[in-house]
């Protein structure tokens, strides 16, 4: 098994939760950020545990989502990538993520 690969999409996404948090708490800041590492840690070795999307077009067919454990708030998007996974992005789950990965029109 490989570490898991983050697009750069994803770790903006990341970085920008990361500075949101930060601002209130930078300890919990900290916490998410190595919450997340060990989540894409996690599907990298279990890359089936993640949900597919419903109604994904073919594009997305092979995208999953996986709720981050420690904050339940926050959904791993990802697609198996050879040895291992490629981190699409991460989102918050109040957030319309089903405009990135919903069906094209």
Do not use: C
């Amino acid at each position: 098994m490989s570490p898991a690969k983050i697009s750069r999409r994803a770790e903006r996404d990341l970085e920008e939760i990361r500075d949101y948090i930060a601002t209130d708490n930078p300890e919990a800041a900290e916490r998410v950020w190595q919450a997340f590492l060990d989540t894409a840690d996690l599907l990298a070795r279990n890359v089936g545990i993640g949900r597919h999307i419903l109604n994904a077009g073919p594009r997305h067919a092979d995208v999953r989502w996986f709720v981050v454990p420690r904050f339940r708030n926050y959904l791993v998007f990802y697609r198996p990538f050879q040895d291992t996974i490629l981190v699409l992005r991460v989102r918050h789950a109040s957030q319309d993520w089903t405009r990135f990965f919903g069906k094209q029109k």
